[in-house]
């Protein structure tokens, strides 16, 4: 049985690094770490996958990639000036989710199974086993369409980026966007720090909203100028 588990990783980039050879960097990191993991999976006999989400910093920009169904959300502010708050004073936050899930079932990750052999069942596995249909190892998989190709998306870091919540498929199960997003901001206001707040927001996910998925969370707080 497979079985996909969700890893988080954040990144600080030499800021002297150009956007195309970030970019780059990231796709090699994610191919030398799925060439890893099937290299140990093919020498243990084992034959289990991983989701992944990452952050990389660089300089002002800021760089998302994601294989499978961990997702990354933003906390951005709506406004510069913090003139639109919510009724305890704080501004008011807007939860963007930056990536992209990878799902058989979707148009074009369906396409490219097929054309490597694979299908999607009706319940939309990937060979009626998988739920995803991009991911580290899984690999018996790979050659029915399963890929560790990222989605890299990029933006600015400004004064309206607060934080980012990195999470797999167990805690957005039981969280959505916004949920997530005002759970961290008010841990945040109460001044507890980063650690704790990634401790609470699983906790609340497994104990509180009975999460029965992989939980993983990482939240990541930008400094403020």
């Known amino acids: 049985m497979l079985k ?53 910093v660089l300089g002002q920009k800021v760089f ?39 799902k058989p079932i979707f148009p074009q990750e369906r396409s490219r199974i097929q054309k490597a052999g694979g299908f999607v069942s009706s319940d939309g ?10 991911a580290f190892g899984d690999r018996q998989l790979k050659k029915v369409g399963v890929t560790a190709t990222p989605d890299i998306y990029s933006f600015d ?17 039981v969280f959505g966007p916004s949920d997530a997003v005002d759970f961290v901001r008010k841990l945040l206001n109460e001044g507890l720090p980063v650690t704790s707040i990634s401790r609470r927001l699983v906790r609340e996910a497994v104990r509180e909203r009975r999460c029965k998925d992989n939980c993983t969370a990482i939240v990541i707080v930008f400094k403020r100028n």
């Open 157 to 173: 870091l400004t004064d309206r980026v607060h934080f980012i919540i990195l999470g797999c498929d167990g805690l957005w199960g």
């Open 125 to 134: 596995r990937l060979q009626g086993r998988l739920e995803v249909s991009r």
């Open 64 to 102: 998302v990639a994601n294989v499978g169904d961990a997702k990354a959300v933003l906390a951005r502010s709506t406004v510069t000036d913090g003139s639109q708050n919510h009724s305890d004073g704080v501004q008011a936050l807007k939860a963007i989710v930056l990536t992209r899930e990878h």
């Open 4 to 56: 996909s588990i969700c890893m988080g990783m954040f990144f600080q980039l030499d800021y002297h690094l150009d956007i195309k050879t970030a970019k780059r960097s990231i796709l090699d990191g994610f191919r030398k770490t799925d060439e890893s993991l099937l290299q140990e999976s093919s020498e243990g006999g084992w034959q289990d996958g991983a989701t992944a989400v990452c952050v990389w």
